[in-house]
Protein backbone atom coordinates (compact mmCIF):
# COMPACT_ATOMS: atom_id res chain seq x y z
CA UNK A 1 0.00 0.00 0.00
CA UNK A 2 1.37 3.30 -1.52
CA UNK A 3 1.84 6.41 1.14
CA UNK A 4 2.07 9.90 0.36
CA UNK A 5 2.82 12.71 2.51
CA UNK A 6 1.34 15.60 0.56
CA UNK A 7 -2.02 15.93 -0.32
CA UNK A 8 -4.25 12.43 -1.12
CA UNK A 9 -3.64 10.66 -4.34
CA UNK A 10 -5.40 11.48 -7.26
CA UNK A 11 -6.64 8.68 -9.51
CA UNK A 12 -5.91 9.10 -13.03
CA UNK A 13 -7.78 6.60 -15.38
CA UNK A 14 -6.05 6.93 -18.36
CA UNK A 15 -2.18 7.24 -18.30
CA UNK A 16 0.45 6.58 -20.76
CA UNK A 17 3.47 5.45 -19.88
CA UNK A 18 6.09 4.96 -21.99
CA UNK A 19 7.61 0.73 -21.87
CA UNK A 20 11.47 -0.03 -21.61
CA UNK A 21 13.97 -1.00 -24.08
CA UNK A 22 11.42 0.57 -27.41
CA UNK A 23 8.34 -1.66 -25.49
CA UNK A 24 6.18 0.75 -27.02
CA UNK A 25 3.55 2.81 -25.05
CA UNK A 26 0.43 1.06 -23.17
CA UNK A 27 -3.05 2.60 -21.45
CA UNK A 28 -3.12 1.85 -17.78
CA UNK A 29 -4.01 3.34 -14.42
CA UNK A 30 -1.91 5.09 -11.93
CA UNK A 31 -1.86 7.16 -8.71
CA UNK A 32 -0.30 10.38 -8.84
CA UNK A 33 0.46 12.61 -5.48
CA UNK A 34 -0.72 15.52 -7.48
CA UNK A 35 -2.72 15.68 -10.83
CA UNK A 36 0.06 18.20 -12.22
CA UNK A 37 2.53 15.22 -12.50
CA UNK A 38 0.45 13.67 -15.38
CA UNK A 39 1.85 17.18 -17.55
CA UNK A 40 5.21 15.86 -16.76
CA UNK A 41 7.07 15.54 -20.04
CA UNK A 42 4.51 16.41 -22.16
CA UNK A 43 4.18 18.91 -24.65
CA UNK A 44 1.74 21.98 -23.82
CA UNK A 45 -0.92 22.64 -26.50
CA UNK A 46 -0.86 25.75 -27.99
CA UNK A 47 -4.03 27.89 -26.97
CA UNK A 48 -6.60 28.91 -29.75
CA UNK A 49 -9.21 31.86 -29.17
CA UNK A 50 -12.04 29.63 -30.22
CA UNK A 51 -10.36 26.73 -28.24
CA UNK A 52 -11.53 29.50 -25.13
CA UNK A 53 -14.88 29.24 -23.54
CA UNK A 54 -15.76 32.29 -21.62
CA UNK A 55 -18.81 31.56 -20.12
CA UNK A 56 -20.31 34.64 -21.76
CA UNK A 57 -18.95 36.97 -19.46
CA UNK A 58 -18.43 40.86 -20.74
CA UNK A 59 -20.75 40.19 -23.78
CA UNK A 60 -22.60 43.03 -25.96
CA UNK A 61 -25.73 40.80 -25.56
CA UNK A 62 -25.02 39.37 -29.19
CA UNK A 63 -22.73 37.01 -27.51
CA UNK A 64 -18.99 38.84 -28.58
CA UNK A 65 -16.87 39.88 -25.95
CA UNK A 66 -15.83 42.97 -25.42
CA UNK A 67 -11.92 43.62 -25.61
CA UNK A 68 -10.53 43.79 -22.13
CA UNK A 69 -13.01 41.02 -21.32
CA UNK A 70 -11.95 38.35 -24.31
CA UNK A 71 -8.22 39.46 -23.49
CA UNK A 72 -8.32 38.85 -19.87
CA UNK A 73 -10.11 35.40 -20.81
CA UNK A 74 -7.48 34.40 -22.90
CA UNK A 75 -4.35 35.48 -20.62
CA UNK A 76 -5.85 33.90 -17.84
CA UNK A 77 -6.22 29.93 -20.57
CA UNK A 78 -3.03 30.68 -21.42
CA UNK A 79 -1.71 30.75 -17.97
CA UNK A 80 -3.50 27.76 -16.90
CA UNK A 81 -2.27 25.71 -19.28
CA UNK A 82 1.49 26.76 -19.25
CA UNK A 83 1.77 27.09 -15.80
CA UNK A 84 -0.73 25.02 -13.21
CA UNK A 85 0.17 26.90 -10.37
CA UNK A 86 -0.10 30.63 -11.74
CA UNK A 87 -3.90 29.71 -12.41
CA UNK A 88 -4.38 28.39 -8.81
CA UNK A 89 -2.59 31.48 -7.61
CA UNK A 90 -5.12 34.13 -10.06
CA UNK A 91 -7.86 31.82 -8.37
CA UNK A 92 -7.15 32.74 -4.59
CA UNK A 93 -6.89 36.34 -5.91
CA UNK A 94 -10.03 36.27 -7.56
CA UNK A 95 -11.43 34.73 -4.42
CA UNK A 96 -9.86 37.33 -2.31
CA UNK A 97 -11.35 39.79 -4.41
CA UNK A 98 -14.61 38.96 -4.50
CA UNK A 99 -14.19 38.96 -0.74
CA UNK A 100 -13.01 42.30 -0.23
CA UNK A 101 -16.27 43.36 -2.30
CA UNK A 102 -18.69 41.38 -0.08
CA UNK A 103 -17.13 43.29 2.94
CA UNK A 104 -17.23 46.77 1.64
CA UNK A 105 -21.21 46.25 0.00
CA UNK A 106 -22.00 45.06 3.51
CA UNK A 107 -20.48 47.81 5.38
CA UNK A 108 -22.74 50.11 2.77
CA UNK A 109 -25.78 48.27 3.29
CA UNK A 110 -25.61 49.27 6.68
CA UNK A 111 -26.01 52.99 6.23
CA UNK A 112 -28.24 53.07 2.73
CA UNK A 113 -29.94 50.63 0.68
CA UNK A 114 -28.79 48.98 -2.54
CA UNK A 115 -30.70 47.28 -4.87
CA UNK A 116 -30.39 43.33 -5.74
CA UNK A 117 -30.09 43.74 -8.95
CA UNK A 118 -29.31 47.33 -10.48
CA UNK A 119 -32.08 48.18 -13.12
CA UNK A 120 -32.47 52.10 -12.49
CA UNK A 121 -36.06 52.20 -14.41
CA UNK A 122 -37.59 49.19 -12.59
CA UNK A 123 -35.62 50.32 -9.03
CA UNK A 124 -37.11 53.56 -9.83
CA UNK A 125 -40.56 51.88 -10.28
CA UNK A 126 -40.42 50.03 -7.46
CA UNK A 127 -39.40 52.76 -4.79
CA UNK A 128 -41.91 55.33 -6.31
CA UNK A 129 -44.85 52.50 -5.90
CA UNK A 130 -43.83 51.78 -2.44
CA UNK A 131 -44.01 55.28 -1.47
CA UNK A 132 -47.30 56.14 -3.12
CA UNK A 133 -48.92 52.78 -1.02
CA UNK A 134 -47.48 54.02 2.12
CA UNK A 135 -48.38 57.54 2.08
CA UNK A 136 -51.98 56.49 0.80
CA UNK A 137 -51.99 53.79 2.58
CA UNK A 138 -51.47 55.40 6.27
CA UNK A 139 -53.38 58.05 5.38
CA UNK A 140 -56.57 55.96 4.76
CA UNK A 141 -55.37 53.78 7.95
CA UNK A 142 -56.05 57.23 9.66
CA UNK A 143 -58.94 58.35 8.38
CA UNK A 144 -60.65 54.73 9.22
CA UNK A 145 -59.89 54.86 12.90
CA UNK A 146 -61.31 58.72 12.82
CA UNK A 147 -64.81 57.49 11.65
CA UNK A 148 -64.78 54.66 13.69
CA UNK A 149 -64.55 57.16 16.62
CA UNK A 150 -62.70 57.70 19.68
CA UNK A 151 -62.41 54.72 22.29
CA UNK A 152 -59.22 54.16 24.55
CA UNK A 153 -55.82 53.30 23.32
CA UNK A 154 -56.87 55.52 19.84
CA UNK A 155 -52.78 56.25 19.60
CA UNK A 156 -51.57 52.81 20.18
CA UNK A 157 -54.32 51.10 17.97
CA UNK A 158 -53.43 53.36 15.28
CA UNK A 159 -49.42 52.63 16.01
CA UNK A 160 -50.17 49.57 15.77
CA UNK A 161 -52.14 49.11 12.14
CA UNK A 162 -49.38 51.31 10.69
CA UNK A 163 -46.49 49.03 12.02
CA UNK A 164 -48.47 46.40 10.31
CA UNK A 165 -49.18 48.00 7.28
CA UNK A 166 -45.25 48.91 7.05
CA UNK A 167 -44.41 45.26 7.47
CA UNK A 168 -46.51 44.10 4.89
CA UNK A 169 -45.19 47.05 2.72
CA UNK A 170 -41.52 45.85 3.14
CA UNK A 171 -42.48 42.06 2.75
CA UNK A 172 -44.13 42.83 -0.67
CA UNK A 173 -41.81 45.39 -2.40
CA UNK A 174 -38.71 45.39 -0.29
CA UNK A 175 -36.62 42.59 -1.92
CA UNK A 176 -35.78 44.69 -5.06
CA UNK A 177 -34.24 47.71 -3.65
CA UNK A 178 -34.89 47.16 0.45
CA UNK A 179 -36.77 50.36 0.39
CA UNK A 180 -36.19 53.78 1.14
CA UNK A 181 -39.24 55.50 0.89
CA UNK A 182 -38.08 58.34 2.29
CA UNK A 183 -35.69 61.13 1.03
CA UNK A 184 -33.92 61.45 4.31
CA UNK A 185 -33.96 57.35 4.41
CA UNK A 186 -30.92 57.03 2.12
CA UNK A 187 -29.43 60.70 1.19
CA UNK A 188 -28.11 61.57 5.02
CA UNK A 189 -26.49 58.12 5.86
CA UNK A 190 -24.72 57.85 2.07
CA UNK A 191 -23.49 61.21 2.64
CA UNK A 192 -22.04 60.02 6.21
CA UNK A 193 -20.94 56.63 4.65
CA UNK A 194 -18.84 59.04 1.99
CA UNK A 195 -17.63 61.66 4.50
CA UNK A 196 -17.06 59.09 7.98
CA UNK A 197 -13.11 57.61 7.41
CA UNK A 198 -14.85 53.91 7.67
CA UNK A 199 -11.69 51.48 7.35
CA UNK A 200 -11.94 49.03 3.82
CA UNK A 201 -14.76 51.05 2.66
CA UNK A 202 -15.90 51.41 -0.42
CA UNK A 203 -17.42 53.37 -3.15
CA UNK A 204 -20.57 55.24 -1.89
CA UNK A 205 -22.84 54.42 -4.77
CA UNK A 206 -24.30 57.73 -5.73
CA UNK A 207 -24.52 56.66 -8.82
CA UNK A 208 -27.86 54.62 -6.92
CA UNK A 209 -28.49 57.24 -4.33
CA UNK A 210 -30.77 59.38 -6.79
CA UNK A 211 -32.92 57.01 -7.40
CA UNK A 212 -34.20 56.29 -4.01
CA UNK A 213 -34.19 60.17 -3.41
CA UNK A 214 -36.16 61.47 -6.36
CA UNK A 215 -38.29 58.18 -6.55
CA UNK A 216 -39.59 59.09 -2.58
CA UNK A 217 -40.59 62.72 -3.51
CA UNK A 218 -42.32 61.88 -6.56
CA UNK A 219 -44.17 59.03 -4.74
CA UNK A 220 -45.02 61.26 -1.85
CA UNK A 221 -46.98 63.45 -3.90
CA UNK A 222 -48.53 60.67 -6.05
CA UNK A 223 -49.55 58.94 -2.34
CA UNK A 224 -50.87 62.31 -0.90
CA UNK A 225 -52.95 62.94 -4.87
CA UNK A 226 -54.30 59.73 -4.83
CA UNK A 227 -55.35 59.82 -0.85
CA UNK A 228 -57.38 63.29 -1.87
CA UNK A 229 -59.05 61.50 -4.89
CA UNK A 230 -59.88 58.62 -3.10
CA UNK A 231 -61.56 60.98 0.00
CA UNK A 232 -63.31 63.44 -2.53
CA UNK A 233 -64.94 59.75 -4.22
CA UNK A 234 -66.29 58.89 -0.97
CA UNK A 235 -67.47 62.46 -0.35
CA UNK A 236 -69.41 62.37 -3.56
CA UNK A 237 -70.71 59.03 -3.05
CA UNK A 238 -72.18 59.79 0.54
Same mark, same amino acid.
Given at each position: ?82 ? =? ?34 ? =??? *? ?14 ? *? ?11 ? =? ?45 ? =? ?33 ? *?????
Amino acid at each position: QPTHSGPPPVRMPTMRHGGGGGGGTGDQEGLLSSPFEALEGEPLPEVQESDVDYGGAGDDGAGNLSGDTAQAAQEAAQAALED =PLEAERRRIGAMYDAAVIADQNAKLSVFTTRPAIYT =PPW *NWICEFMATTALVCGL *NLTGDALSAAGPY =PADGAIGALYAALYIITLLLGLGGPTGLSVNPARDLGPRIAHWVLPI =PGKGHSEFYYGWIPFTAALVGGVAGAGLTEAIRAT *NLSST
